[in-house]
């Protein structure tokens, strides 16, 4: 649907008031909320330093379907397109943000080996066809990691150990890391290596039976020493449909549970957001008007907000 047509035409962020919300009840709706960090439309205008290191952030659900991997994909994608530089990490065997940016998924071409201890993860980083944003691709190789690493010394502090050299070498200023929809080897080495957990999902009751396990996870290793600095970014609500009450009432319920933990962004069902994927590429850049785009934009403001960065 061409810009003209679209009944809930995205303007630039300046035409909008200092203080907003998205929320997606079949259409797009502003209200208050927190203040946007940059205009999508303008990147030249985003000012950087070089000397802050990364932050890394580990997008995962040990529940399967809830849009994990969507999430990391077209939220790394906004946040490359207000400037930032994003490595995209797909620790998924499954690989679909790897081909979820239009990447071949070739053997050798993953982390497996340097979270072995042979060779290092700067090598296996890979331009995408959009700018500011690289990945470190997956291979069907990943799933025997999860056995590999438990014999290993340090098992937890694999992907930790790996990354090091990344987040030194400030070619970045966000990592974004697919964990798999598991609690297994992989999603706690990211857990390990990660400043902050974002956690989606989705607006149905099945998928809150999990997500206490999460905190409780976090806490662990929290007190356990293994990675002191970890926090809950945020819990964000996917697959919203305004047209039932079942998503308003998880949305309620979980708003009433984790309070301002939870993202006031929400993302809505979206033909264009199940499509993008197939055509190797994040949301905004297969059809940049329609509510998942517009959701995602938001997405990344809001994360910007909560992460305090300039």
Avoid at 156 to 185: H, T, Y
Avoid at 197 to 217: F, K
Avoid at 262 to 288: C, M, N, W
């Amino acid at each position: 649907m061409s810009p003209e047509r679209c009944p809930w035409q995205i303007l630039p962020w300046k035409r909008f008031p200092t203080n907003w919300r998205v929320a997606f009840f079949g259409r797009l709706s502003i209200a208050s909320g927190f203040k946007p960090v940059e205009s999508l439309e303008s990147p030249r205008r985003i000012h950087y330093t070089c000397s802050v290191p990364a932050r890394v952030i580990a997008v995962a659900n040990q529940k399967g379907g809830v849009g994990k991997t969507t999430t990391a994909v077209n939220l790394s994608a906004c946040l490359a397109a207000v400037g930032r530089r994003v490595l995209l990490f797909d620790l998924d065997p499954q690989a679909n943000a790897t081909s979820g940016v239009g990447l071949e998924k070739t053997e050798g071409g993953s982390a497996y080996r340097p979270l072995l201890g042979e060779g290092g993860l700067l090598e296996k980083i890979r331009p995408t066809a959009f700018e500011r944003l690289e990945i470190i691709p997956s291979e069907v190789d990943l799933c025997g990691a999860d056995i590999e690493l438990a014999r290993s010394e340090n098992h937890l502090q694999r992907v930790a150990m790996a990354l090091k050299p990344v987040v030194e070498a400030q070619r970045f200023d966000l990592i974004v890391i697919d964990c798999p929809p598991s609690l297994g080897i992989l999603t706690l080495n990211a857990f390990a290596a990660a400043d902050g957990l974002l956690v989606p999902l989705q607006c149905e009751y099945y998928a809150l039976e999990g997500i206490s396990m999460m905190t409780r996870i976090l806490g662990q290793l929290r007190d356990n020493g293994v990675n002191p600095r970890l926090e809950l970014i945020g819990v964000l609500m996917t697959m919203f449909d305004g047209r039932t009450k079942l998503s308003q009432q998880v949305v309620s319920e979980v708003r009433e549970h984790f309070g301002d933990r939870v993202f006031e962004t929400v993302i809505p069902r979206a033909t264009r957001l199940a499509e993008a994927p197939s055509f190797g590429k994040p949301v905004i850049h297969y059809d940049q008007y329609n509510p998942g785009s517009a959701a995602y934009e938001v997405l990344a403001q809001e994360l910007l907000g909560r992460l305090k960065l300039p």
